[in-house]
C-alpha cells in the first residue's frame, strides 16, 4: 500500500500555518508520495481566499488596532477568523494522483473527516459542495486549489469558533448588521464543543483521522519530518505570502481598471451570491460592450487563474445575457475551467447587474 506522509506541524506560527501547505505543494513532483501536513495557529489572524478584495471583505482597522494580520491564500473561498482552536489539514497530492475534477475532489477528501467526527459523536454529513454539516448547522468548510505540481485539499476539525471576534474582522454596512451576523454565525455554526460534553483529546482525534483516511484513500499513514528541501520551501512560502504583490493584488486589479476610464466609457460594480460562492464584478462598459472587467469573490476556481483568463475572454463581448453566457460557457468547457457552483448564467447575471444596478 502506498504511504500517505503525515506531517505534523503542531502549534505553529500564524503565517507559518498557511505557509506549510503552499510550501510543501511547491516541491510536489509527479514521484512524490502524497502527503497530510497538521497544524494549528499558536496566535490569531484573519485569512482571505485568493480572489477577495481585502478591503470589501475585511475590516481592515479593527485587525490593525487588535493586532490581527492578514494573509492571503492560493486557495479561494471567503475572509475568515483563524486561531489555535482549529485544527487544520492539509492534503497536498501530486495532481495525477488526486481527482481531476471538483466534484469528485470534495466529497472524496471530506470523507474521512466526516467519519472521525462520527466516532465521537457528531452526527457529521457532506454537504455539497465543500461543506461539513451536523444537523444543518455548519461544522467546516474546505478549499481546493492548484500549487505548483499539486493539488491541494484544505480543511480543518472545528474544536470551538470565536464568532464573536469573526463577526468584528468582516467589513459590514453597520453596526446593526454586525449584530445580526454574529447572532447569524451563532445559530448556523457548531463546533466540536457544542456538540459533546467531553471534546476528544488531539491525539484520539488524529488516531481515528488516520484510519479513515487509510480506509477511505487506500494510502497507509505514515508519521514522517519535513526533508530540508520542503523546510527551505516552506521558508520561501512564508515570504511569498507577506510579499504585498500578492496581499494585495486584487486591489491593484482594481486601480488598474479605474484609470482606463475615458469620456464614452463607464466603471460600474455589482456583487451577487450563487451557489458557490459570492461573485464581484467590476465593469467597463463601452458602447454596450465589455471593455474590461474584474472578477473577484469567494468562490473557488480550478486553475486558479482562471477567473483571469475568463475576464480577458469577456472582453469585446456584446452586453447581453445570451452573449456573455456563450462566450464564458465556450471559455470554462475548452480550457477546463472548474468554478463549483458557479455556471456561466452566474457570470453572466452578475456582470448584467452591474450595467444596471439595482435601485
Not at 22 to 34: M, R, Y
Not at 153 to 158: C, D
Not at 204 to 222: I, K, N, S
Request: negative net charge; charged residues 25%.
Amino acid at each position: 500500500m502506498t504511504r500517505l506522509r503525515v506531517l505534523d506541524f503542531g502549534l505553529v506560527s500564524a503565517l507559518r500555518s498557511q505557509a506549510v501547505y503552499h510550501g510543501l505543494a511547491e516541491t510536489v513532483t509527479a514521484e512524490s508520495d502524497p502527503m497530510l501536513s497538521l497544524a494549528s495557529p499558536e496566535t490569531p489572524y484573519v485569512c482571505v481566499g485568493l480572489h477577495q478584495e481585502i478591503d470589501r471583505e475585511v475590516d481592515t482597522a479593527y485587525c490593525i488596532a487588535q493586532n490581527l494580520p492578514v494573509y492571503r491564500r492560493h486557495v479561494g473561498g471567503g475572509a475568515v477568523y483563524l486561531d489555535r482552536n482549529q485544527l487544520f489539514t492539509h492534503f497536498v497530492f501530486p495532481r495525477k494522483r488526486a481527482p481531476q475534477h471538483a466534484h469528485e475532489l470534495y466529497p472524496l477528501f471530506i470523507e474521512p473527516v466526516v467519519r472521525t467526527y462520527r466516532d465521537f459523536g457528531i452526527a457529521a454529513t457532506y454537504r455539497p459542495i465543500n461543506d461539513i454539516h451536523v444537523d444543518g448547522r455548519k461544522i467546516g468548510g474546505t478549499g481546493a486549489a492548484s500549487i505548483g505540481n499539486a493539488t491541494v485539499m484544505v480543511g480543518s476539525f472545528m474544536f470551538d469558533f470565536d464568532t464573536e471576534t469573526m463577526s468584528k474582522c468582516l467589513r459590514v454596512p453597520s453596526e446593526k448588521f454586525r449584530d445580526k451576523l454574529r447572532q447569524t454565525m451563532d445559530d448556523f455554526m457548531t463546533t466540536i464543543v457544542k456538540q459533546v460534553e467531553t471534546p476528544p483529546a488531539r491525539d484520539a482525534l488524529l488516531d481515528r483521522f488516520f484510519f479513515h483516511c487509510q480506509e477511505v484513500l487506500g494510502l497507509e499513514p505514515v508519521i514522517d519530518q519535513p526533508t530540508d528541501a520542503e523546510w527551505k520551501a516552506i521558508e520561501t512560502a512564508e515570504s511569498d505570502l507577506l510579499d504585498p504583490e500578492f496581499i494585495e493584488m486584487q486591489g491593484r486589479k482594481q486601480v488598474a481598471l479605474g484609470v482606463k476610464i475615458a469620456a464614452d466609457t463607464h466603471l460600474t460594480e455589482s456583487m451577487m451570491k450563487a451557489p458557490g460562492g459570492l461573485i464581484r464584478v467590476h465593469l467597463l462598459n463601452r458602447e454596450g460592450k465589455i471593455a474590461d472587467l474584474m472578477i473577484s469573490g469567494d468562490m473557488t476556481c480550478l486553475p486558479p487563474d482562471g477567473l483571469d483568463r475568463l475576464a480577458v475572454a469577456l472582453r469585446g463581448v456584446d452586453l447581453n445575457e445570451h452573449a456573455i453566457i456563450e462566450a464564458a460557457e465556450r471559455l470554462l468547457d475548452s480550457e477546463e475551467i472548474e468554478t463549483p457552483g458557479v455556471s456561466a448564467t452566474d457570470f453572466a447575471n452578475a456582470i448584467m447587474a452591474a450595467v444596471e444596478p439595482a435601485p
